[in-house]
């Protein structure tokens, strides 16, 4: 039953210690770095010694998707490349999530409108999905002169970031036909 799962995760160790913390970033957002983390120190102190926290559960005020900022606000990040040793590509993380999806499978990875997603997500904020997509699922490449959306549905590891953090709530992720996908109790 999913109640018991729930249950179960909050009255275990990790949902304690995220119990704890879980006023920090909200009150970080609200406040600022200096203000917020002293704020949020001194919830996890009241936490941790009385069981209670002095503002109870606060909310982060907007959603993932609504945080995302015009990449003109912005610079660009230049990322090194894998070294291989500490830090590896994409594809290579993808590889060991044991991922599987049978060819010709109806598409689990649904665009509601290509039209917008080149003019918000491509034009206004840079594409974030080839970026905070783990998998390297969503690229935009250059074809004939023009950007174009490319969904490689094939790498999907079913995190559901897409559906999450897209700008425009425009890309819908639906489970895969016949529960495809990553083996994780293999990795």
């Given at each position: ?74 610079k660009p990040i230049a ?109």
């Amino acid at each position: 039953e999913v109640i018991e799962i729930e249950n179960g995760w909050r009255r275990s160790d990790i949902g304690k210690d995220l119990k704890r913390v879980r006023n920090v970033k909200p009150l970080w957002s609200k406040f600022g770095t200096a203000l917020g983390v002293a704020l949020g120190g001194l919830d996890m102190w009241t936490n941790t010694l009385f069981g209670f926290s002095v503002f109870g559960t606060l909310g982060h005020g907007k959603t993932d998707a609504q945080s995302l900022e015009p990449a003109a606000k912005h610079k660009p990040i230049a990322y090194p490349k894998p070294d291989g040793v500490l830090t590896f590509d994409r594809l290579s993380s993808v590889f060991l999530s044991n991922t599987n999806h049978e060819e010709d499978q109806p598409v689990h990875l649904q665009v509601k409108d290509m039209a917008l997603q080149k003019s918000s997500e491509h034009d206004i904020f840079a594409g974030p999905s080839a970026r905070y997509c783990p998998a390297g699922v969503y690229e935009w490449v250059e074809k004939d002169g023009k950007d174009t959306f490319v969904i490689n549905a094939q790498n999907c590891v079913h995190c559901k970031t897409c559906d999450i953090k897209d700008p425009n709530q425009n890309i819908n992720w639906v489970p895969p036909q016949g529960g495809e996908g990553p083996v994780y109790p293999n990795m």
